[in-house]
């Protein structure tokens, strides 16, 4: 494969297409270390317009293209197999005025979730996605993989803030829709069919989001409970008495113990319990009364910790964010990010260590997720040459549940084996029906979500 390298540098500037192996290096391995793979090239577009010039050469050259936000993903969608281009969007980085009359902006995809929640929250709003790796996932990657994080049970995933967006397609053509019209009947909404994706379809180079009241009392609160299904009870009274819930977060002890091990925390409680909910409460007013009052008869409480100053929630939310950290300091996990229906995640959490252990028996299992979404985060340490077997029996297991191989993180390169296990026959083919309209020569990220 020849890259039209010449072309490339004429469209974005010689300094931002990047050869030298020193240069492209830390755009070729995801951040957990276990995808990677070697690019062409690395081209590094600030706008739409150079997006456009860049993936007609490619399109033209029959060159390959593989799409990279922040490089937060965690499923390969990100890293190039072999040889292609690829394009990072981390310039094109444009966060226009916050229209308060509206509760609107348009942000470019480079734009970090960080930047854009800082601007929303300086005019009095907020953004209503809001995840761990804040500070280096963009904009672009959450529409791409239409991520959810810690504020779904209240604002939704990415695909609910999108008003409108702005995308080139495979041969350079673009797409615009960035009016922000709250009401438009007029055929196939392409915005939502951007958002998840995985840069299959189109670049997303910049979106025109929706924002969201901006509350500033809150309280925290860690609940002790006797099981998953103590705390899958507690949610549907907490989401009628509390309607300012915002988050409701699962963990369990041996999770704690590695943010502890690796983060010097000390122990939330005396002792150690089956599992643990960190609620979430955000209003214009003092919530904490309110949270208190519900929790406070709630059966299967053990223990409780409520925090309603900003330090002490911030000690709180610290024994979930830093999970993934921690994770990641013991080795290279294997990450799935998994949903099943809301009654059934307990069925998944009690059979997972014994799926885990009949393939792979001296693996370590740590697992941490959103329960009001039945969305479960498993992490499988130490599988070694394991992984593809471990992968293969916790989906099978989700499948088993009426589960999703993938709840919010995308299918990637990571999961494609697995996809008819959520999607059927003629789900798929409608897919890849959409895929060859739009991308009829296989340009874009090839490989990722489809065979």
Known sequence: MTLPLDDLRSAVGAEHVLVDA?????????????????????????STAEVSEVLRICD??????????????????????????????????????????????????????SSLQAAARAAGLDFGVDLAARDSATVGGLVATNAGGIRVLRYGSMRAQLLGAEAVLADGSVVSRMAGLAKDGT???????????EGTLG????????????????????????????????LPGL?????????????????????????????????????????????????????????????????ARVASDAAGQRALWAYREQHTEAINAEGVPVKLDVSVPLRSLPSLVAALPETVR?????????????VHEGNLHVNVLDA??????????????VASLSGSISSEHGVGRAKVEWLGLSRSATEIAAMRAIKDALDPRGTLNPGVLLP
């Open 239 to 303: 989401r009628d008495r509390l309607p300012s819930l915002a988050g409701a977060e699962l963990v369990f002890a041996d999770g704690i113990a590695l943010v502890r091990k690796h983060s010097g925390l000390p122990a939330p409680f005396d002792e150690e319990h089956p599992a643990y909910l960190l609620l979430e409460c955000a209003d214009r007013v003092d919530p904490t009364d309110a949270l208190v009052e519900a929790v406070s008869s709630a059966e299967g409480l053990l223990d």
């Open 60 to 113: 033209a050259a029959g060159v390959p293209v593989v799409v990279q936000g922040g490089n937060t993903g965690l499923v390969g969608g990100g890293i190039p197999a072999g040889g292609e281009v690829l394009l990072s969007l981390t310039r094109l980085d444009s966060l226009g005025e916050v229209d308060v009359a509206a509760a609107q902006v348009s942000a470019g995809a480079g734009v970090t979730l």
């Open 384 to 397: 070694g040459p394991l992984d593809e077997e471990v992968t293969d029996a916790v989906l099978r297991l």
């Open 187 to 197: 055929g196939y909404d392409l915005v939502s069919l951007l958002c998840g994706s």
């Open 22 to 46: 020193d240069l492209t290096r830390s755009y070729e391995s995801d951040w957990t270390g276990r995808f990677s793979g070697r690019a062409g090239c690395v081209v590094r577009p600030s």
């Open 203 to 234: 670049v997303v180079t910049a979106v025109r989001l929706r924002l969201v009241p901006r509350v500033t009392a809150r309280c925290v609160a860690l609940l002790a409970l006797s099981s998953t299904q103590a705390a899958v009870d507690l």
């Open 358 to 370: 009949a393939v792979a028996p001296d693996a370590r299992l740590v697992v941490f997720g959103h």
